[in-house]
């Protein structure tokens, strides 16, 4: 239980409050306080001792998720490319969800592994199924084994682990603006142009940049199914494992800070671009982007996997388990564009022999 005790700020001795001039008296250093004063640090240290109080029950919430954690998690480690898969204390065997090779268990996980914040899944398997089959029928030439129904069942729902940071972006460019207008006088045509120096400036607020902590998932591939909607996203709890994988990050934060700098730049750039209105063109000659009051948690993302390896090398497709956002480079398949390329030289051979039967009729 936190408690509110009225303290003198000057020497930390027992205030009393004095009828006599309707104030508060210090016996031990004569300061005085007016009733005014009196009630501002009252709410002050009422406020203090609330954060203290939301502080002790986050720590304990933090402990007690934390050897949740530990306890039911366990850790299996793929023999054949080395991947590290999380999965439910419950699950007695699995395989890899990059090579499809059976993995073995590993043992607990440290508590430093377990994430801040999950966001469920909201796409289920057999629609997961469905959307990739709709994408599959727009690549007309995938391999026969790609679409194979073996080959569909190892697709896999997995929490990808992912570094999410919040910062301010100080971002300033300048460059050269042109203002270029045109008309015609009698025989002439006259073409004015006004150069200005344009400079942009903004403080520009970001909220859960993403990058993903794990060295074997491609950084592009990620990108491309982003965005994802924090909105739904929940304090990490070990049910919502249930059922699913979850990949442990093998990427320490400070090894994406480059990416995630790049990132932020790149937008807070494009943003301040987008401000530069009323000119013909605009060159930036110079930026500058600097961040503050970083601020970053590890959470873990649904992403719908399936690898296939076509030839000997391997092929990624990915789903965002949330949106159902689709990114991949599908495999290509020589021998259906070659029959594809015949039928065709077929159709148009047999077109020209119709055409020319009866022209010469």
Known sequence: MNTVQYKCPSCGAELQFDPAHQDFACDFCNSRYT?????QMYREMEQQAQKNADAEAETLKNEKDTKAFEEGARLYTCQNCGAQIIAEA????????????????????????????????????????????KWCKKHWFLPKAFTS??????????????????????????????????????????????????????????????????????????DAIEPFRYEQMKPFSMQYLSGFM????????????PRIHQRIEEKSIQILRNGVVGYSSFVTTKKNVSLKHMHHEYALLPVWFMNFQYRGKEYHFAMNGQTG???????????????ASATGMVVVFLLVLLIGGILFR
Do not use: N
Request: glycine share 6%.
């Open 246 to 257: 979850a990949q442990k990050y093998d990427v320490q934060y400070e090894d994406i800070l």
């Open 149 to 222: 129904e073996k080959q569909l069942q190892t697709m896999t729902g997995v929490y990808v682990p992912f570094w999410l940071t919040d910062c301010d972006a100080d971002s300033y460019i300048s460059g050269l603006g042109k203002k270029v207008r045109s008309w015609t006088s009698g025989e002439y045509c006259i073409t004015e142009t006004e150069e200005w120096r344009v400079e942009r400036g903004a403080l520009i607020p970001f909220v859960g940049v993403p990058a993903d902590g794990s060295v074997k998932i491609e950084d592009a591939l990620m």
């Open 35 to 39: 009733e005014a004063e009196m009630q």
């Open 90 to 133: 419950e699950t007695s065997a699995t395989f890899c969800y990059y090579c499809h090779t059976p993995v073995v268990l590993a043992g607990r996980l440290s508590g430093k592994y377990c994430p801040a914040y999950v966001l469920p899944f909201f796409i289920h398997r057999e629609e997961a199924l469905e959307r990739m089959q």
């Open 325 to 339: 956002a689709q990114a991949g480079t599908p495999p290509f398949s020589v021998l259906k564009a070659l029959i």
